[in-house]
């Protein structure tokens, strides 16, 4: 069955540093997103990217964080200072429909960010 | 605010229990999400809905969007349904709702 995979599963940086955290989507999908856990709290959404432009935001996207697709399979979220409250699960999905009619969602197993 | 509201937060059943989860959305959607997070983190998805009533094994899962409620029912509950069962809205972004903890007793 295909699955979205996310690489690394867990990774530690120190404040300041630049993390990209890459997720593979299921290949015939156009939807792609990025969610964010902190430990103990609900799962946010951060951004959805469609036909290689962002075509939503929430308010946590801010200048820190950007996202690419730099070539045919592979979806980066890359973090360019990060801080301690950066310190989250980071949730990869993508579908085959988009907002506001979102398909069914497939994620990833997450990334962990443990910011020192 | 909470876009999201789901009820109760922490739920323990007796193995073979019928099981109800509620959600409650103040926002416009275009569909409601259930997704099942294991204690290890990952995250998958259980039903899309966008009206009506949709079953698939043990779950069902409704939604009356007049009244912007959402329910997951589970019968026959078994310990491996243990898990945190998140409600989720989309329109343009996406809303999760803080998520239920379900714990199934043998």
């Known amino acids: 069955e295909p699955e979205v995979t996310q690489t690394p599963s867990h990774q530690v940086t120190q404040m300041g540093q630049e993390v990209i955290l890459r997720c593979v989507p299921i290949s015939n999908h156009l939807y792609f997103y990025w969610y964010r856990q902190i430990l103990g709290q609900k799962v946010e959404f951060l951004v959805s990217f469609y036909n290689n432009e962002i075509s939503e935001k929430s308010e946590i996207f801010d200048d820190q964080f950007s996202v690419e697709r730099p070539d045919g399979s592979n979806f980066t979220l890359k973090i360019r200072s990060t801080k301690l409250e950066d310190s989250a699960m980071y949730f990869c999905?993508?579908?085959?429909?988009?907002?506001?009619?979102?398909?069914?969602?497939?994620f990833g197993e997450g990334s962990r960010l443990t910011v020192l | 605010k909470n876009e999201v509201e789901q009820s109760p937060q922490n739920l323990t059943a007796q193995e073979g229990e019928f099981i109800t989860i509620n959600c409650s959305y103040s926002?416009?959607?275009?569909?409601l999400h259930w997704l099942q997070q294991h204690p290890g983190g990952g995250i998958v998805s259980l039903f899309m809905l966008s009206s009506g009533k949709k079953k698939h094994g043990r779950l069902i899962a409704t939604i009356n969007i007049q009244e912007k409620h959402s329910s997951l029912h589970i019968t026959a509950s078994h310990p491996r349904d243990s898990a945190v069962y998140i409600c989720a809205v989309t329109g343009n972004q996406f809303y999760f709702g803080t998520g239920t903890s379900l714990t199934v007793i043998p």
């Open positions: 999905a993508s579908s085959r429909q988009g907002p506001p009619n979102t398909g069914e969602l497939f």
């Open positions: 926002v416009g959607i275009s569909a």
